[in-house]
């Protein structure tokens, strides 16, 4: 299984994290090409902090007060230059911010620094980024925030931000102060950090390091190197992976809550969200909700569950072990009546083998509305293109 392993031990905000992967080596053209679909020509520069060389980020953007609504037809505006995956993953990741801002000050926000166009960006380049290195894994180390003092648009506020500590809150990473003065981590690079991580440094075992990549911030103080660290590496535990069961049972919420409710366990880190229909005491119809996460993340998603079901208590079967195949995600090219188009997909590997292959289907849905054909129709060549690649892992 290969994973990347981030180290924020000097902290963490959306440039680094896009400079770090890039790095890395997640391909420059494909993110440059991401993020200039928010600002003209974003620049990308090897530098050196304290002796360390890392690829600095540069995005050149006027600020911006944007509602979450702004930002999401920003997003919709760059959507032609964006990989699908990587643009569903920065909804999610200013999905993340925008509840941290709401409970911080309230509904109907407005993001500030993280509203401007070069957060976007940011926020654009490192999915790109993470989504061309096709990991399985992303682990992230103790998060550092820094201390003192930190100047936004809303005054004077003590380090972490309110924002950053509501992200880091539910986001279930470790969090240290670390040892440089000021704000270390942004709510940008806090949001993608949470996004990222799916699986927690305890349970990746043995693994073997095969790179590693800096991303550098601005600032070059003499004492400490600004840069963020990422490293990819296998690791050689089987393919067995850890996580808990969250239950609950509910009689009294609609069908239509309910749905929104798996929907948004899913978009907070869920592995799996599910409903269903049971009979309960006195014969009342009601519902088994089941969430799967990651150890790491059931407290949050716990409490999610008690605030979106009105549940007075969540049953935690902790510690499951659970069979994961071998997996990764690639593209597959196919053709229809002289169209072409490249498509993600899924695919799982047993024994050096592929044995199933699911393409996502909001990419075959959006490509079937732009054709006109119904949906089944697309799925059905996209498998047959699939076929055509054998079964071998490449």
Same mark, same amino acid.
């Given at each position: 299984?290969?994973?990347?392993?981030?180290?924020?031990?000097?902290?963490?905000?959306?440039?680094?994290?896009?400079?770090?992967?890039?790095?890395?080596?997640?391909?420059?053209?494909?993110?440059?090409?991401?993020?200039?679909?928010?600002?003209?020509?974003?620049?990308?520069?090897?530098?050196?902090?304290?002796?360390?060389?890392? /690829?600095?980020?540069?995005?050149?953007?006027?600020?911006? %007060?944007?509602?979450?609504?702004?930002?999401?037809?920003?997003?919709?505006?760059?959507? &032609?230059?964006?990989?699908?995956?990587?643009?569903?993953?920065?909804?999610?990741?200013?999905?993340?911010?925008?509840?941290?801002?709401?409970?911080? %000050?309230?509904?109907?926000?407005?993001? %500030?620094?993280?509203?401007?166009?070069?957060?976007?960006?940011?926020?654009?380049?490192?999915?790109?980024?993470?989504?061309?290195?096709?990991?399985?894994?992303?682990?992230?180390?103790?998060?550092?925030?820094?201390?003192?003092?930190?100047?936004?648009?809303?005054?004077?506020?003590?380090?972490?931000?309110?924002?950053?500590?509501?992200?880091?809150?539910?986001?279930?990473?470790?969090?240290?102060?670390?040892?440089?003065?000021?704000?270390?981590?942004? &709510?940008?690079?806090?949001?993608?950090?949470?996004?990222?991580?799916?699986?927690?440094?305890?349970?990746?075992?043995?693994?073997?390091?095969?790179?590693?990549?800096?991303?550098?911030?601005?600032?070059?103080?003499?004492?400490?190197?600004?840069?963020?660290?990422?490293?990819?590496?296998?690791?050689?535990?089987?393919?067995?992976?850890?996580?808990?069961?969250?239950?609950?049972?509910?009689?009294?919420?609609?069908?239509?809550?309910?749905?929104?409710?798996?929907?948004?366990?899913?978009?907070?880190?869920?592995?799996?969200?599910?409903?269903?229909?049971?009979?309960?005491?006195?014969?009342?119809?009601?519902?088994?909700?089941?969430?799967?996460?990651?150890?790491?993340?059931?407290?949050?998603?716990?409490?999610?569950?008690?605030?979106?079901?009105?549940?007075?208590?969540?049953?935690?079967?902790?510690?499951?072990?659970?069979? /994961?195949?071998?997996?990764?995600?690639?593209?597959?090219?196919?053709?229809?009546?002289? %169209?072409?188009?490249?498509?993600?997909?899924?695919?799982?590997?047993?024994?050096?083998?592929?044995?199933?292959?699911? &393409?996502?289907?909001?990419?075959?849905?959006?490509?079937?509305?732009?054709?006109?054909?119904? /949906?089944?129709?697309?799925?059905?060549?996209?498998?047959?293109?699939?076929?055509?690649?054998?079964?071998?892992? &490449?």
């Amino acid at each position: 299984m290969r994973i990347l392993i981030f180290d924020p031990f000097h902290g963490a905000a959306g440039d680094m994290i896009t400079g770090a992967l890039l790095s890395l080596g997640a391909d420059e053209k494909t993110v440059a090409a991401a993020m200039g679909a928010v600002v003209a020509d974003p620049g990308i520069e090897t530098v050196t902090r304290s002796g360390i060389r890392a /690829v600095k980020v540069h995005t050149k953007a006027t600020p911006a %007060h944007r509602t979450l609504s702004d930002v999401e037809h920003r997003l919709d505006e760059a959507a &032609p230059d964006v990989p699908t995956d990587a643009l569903a993953m920065a909804r999610r990741v200013f999905a993340r911010m925008n509840a941290a801002e709401e409970s911080v %000050h309230g509904a109907h926000v407005h993001f %500030h620094e993280v509203g401007a166009d070069d957060a976007i960006a940011d926020v654009i380049g490192a999915c790109t980024a993470l989504a061309a290195l096709k990991v399985d894994r992303v682990a992230v180390l103790p998060v550092a925030v820094g201390s003192g003092t930190v100047t936004s648009a809303h005054g004077t506020m003590p380090v972490p931000a309110p924002a950053t500590a509501e992200i880091l809150k539910n986001s279930g990473l470790s969090v240290t102060a670390g040892t440089g003065d000021g704000e270390l981590c942004t &709510p940008t690079g806090a949001a993608l950090l949470a996004e990222f991580s799916s699986i927690a440094p305890k349970n990746i075992g043995a693994y073997t390091i095969l790179a590693t990549g800096y991303g550098a911030g601005t600032k070059d103080p003499k004492d400490a190197p600004n840069v963020l660290r990422v490293m990819l590496a296998e690791t050689t535990t089987a393919a067995e992976d850890t996580v808990d069961i969250l239950e609950t049972n509910v009689d009294d919420v609609s069908g239509e809550v309910i749905g929104e409710a798996l929907a948004r366990f899913m978009t907070a880190g869920a592995r799996d969200a599910s409903a269903t229909p049971i009979l309960m005491k006195k014969g009342r119809p009601g519902y088994l909700v089941t969430v799967i996460a990651l150890p790491a993340d059931s407290p949050a998603l716990a409490r999610l569950m008690a605030e979106e079901l009105g549940t007075l208590g969540i049953r935690c079967l902790p510690a499951i072990h659970r069979f /994961v195949a071998d997996r990764t995600t690639g593209t597959v090219e196919v053709t229809i009546g002289g %169209h072409k188009k490249s498509i993600p997909v899924k695919y799982g590997f047993m024994d050096g083998r592929r044995y199933t292959a699911k &393409p996502e289907f909001d990419a075959a849905n959006a490509w079937a509305k732009e054709l006109g054909l119904p /949906v089944r129709e697309v799925l059905r060549a996209i498998h047959e293109a699939i076929g055509k690649t054998g079964t071998e892992r &490449p």
